[in-house]
């Protein structure tokens, strides 16, 4: 075999890349989620493959970037419950992608659920119940509203972000409701689905983060539509009913997991090691490209 055959050429790299990121997509598409072990990934070429897939990246305004594309997740060592990303925000992404640089020994099982066979198992009552949008409200500090709608609105600095920026991007998404609050803060409010159509499969979903975390941020206050706040007791239903449909990917080091975010919830077991040895990265994207 000469060089020549030996090394693979741009064009061939880019046809197999093609060819995985199909594969990939159909994966999703079908099964809502997808692992990728043993296939040399990097953060560098992650971050890359989430780049070629998505036709636009999105970013949480409270995590560390590691790279232009993927931030570091860091919400402590305590269990995280069953959530979509950012859902309580007016553009959660579609997709999103987790890199396991460095992999704990004990504990840190990324758990997922598919949302699809929980609303197959929800009671006739509580399809009813969660058939109108509910409404999230909590207070956002002055430089995460200022970081996210930067984001949205391709503000390079967002620290010049002003009042004006997001009253034009709350009018550009309906459902959004934003009042003046202490320190430049504003008292947020949402109307979103919990049971969602919005998926690549296109099937309903009980895909929300009613069970989810709030490492970063105020803990959201969940109202329906007739002004009733959900209750504990409710909670802790639809917590023992997702448990059922629950499965956790036990980490290796260069694993990718890659989530179809509109149908799938994710958590996290409690981390039983220092954090210093758990590297777990993500990566969140709007919209699949199709031109491959």
């Not at 066979?117 to 109108?132: G, I, Q, R, T, Y």
């Not at 034009?168 to 934003?178: E, K, L, V, W």
């Not at 919990?194 to 069970?211: S, V, Y």
């Not at 990718?256 to 994710?266: C, S, T, V």
Request: aromatic content about 8%.
């Amino acid at each position: 075999m000469n060089m020549k055959q030996a090394v693979m050429s741009a064009d061939e790299k880019e046809l197999l890349l093609k060819s995985a990121r199909k594969e990939i997509k159909a994966a999703l598409t079908e099964n809502g989620w997808v692992l990728l072990r043993n296939e040399n990934y990097d953060v560098a070429s992650f971050s890359q493959l989430m780049a070629s897939l998505c036709q636009k990246l999105t970013y949480d305004p409270a995590r560390e970037n590691i790279t232009q594309q993927s931030q570091k997740v860091d919400a402590g060592t305590h269990a995280v419950g069953l959530h979509i990303e950012n859902g309580t925000t007016p553009l959660p992404p579609d997709i999103i992608a987790f890199f396991s640089a460095l992999s704990a020994s004990q504990g840190s099982q990324t758990t997922i659920c598919d949302g699809h066979l929980v609303w197959l198992n929800l009671p006739d009552s509580l399809k009813e119940k969660f058939s109108a949008p509910m409404t999230i409200s909590r207070y956002l500090p002055k430089n995460i509203w200022q970081k996210y709608v930067a984001a949205a609105l391709n503000i390079k600095m967002p620290e010049e972000t002003t009042w004006n920026d997001l009253q034009r991007f709350a009018d550009m998404i309906p459902g959004q409701s934003i009042s003046p609050a202490e320190n430049g803060g504003i008292e947020y409010g949402l109307q979103v689905n919990m049971i969602r159509h919005d998926n690549l499969k296109g099937i309903p979903a009980f895909a929300n983060t009613l069970l989810g975390p709030s490492y970063n941020y105020q803990k959201p206050r969940y109202h329906f539509a007739d002004g009733s706040e959900i209750s504990p007791d409710l909670i802790l239903e639809l917590a023992g009913l997702c448990e059922k449909f629950t499965a956790e990917i036990n980490w290796q080091d260069g694993d990718l997991a890659i989530i179809d975010n509109k149908r799938f919830m994710h958590g996290r077991r409690e981390i039983l090691v220092p954090l210093e040895q758990r590297k777990l990265y993500i990566s969140m994207g709007l919209g699949i490209n199709n031109n491959f």
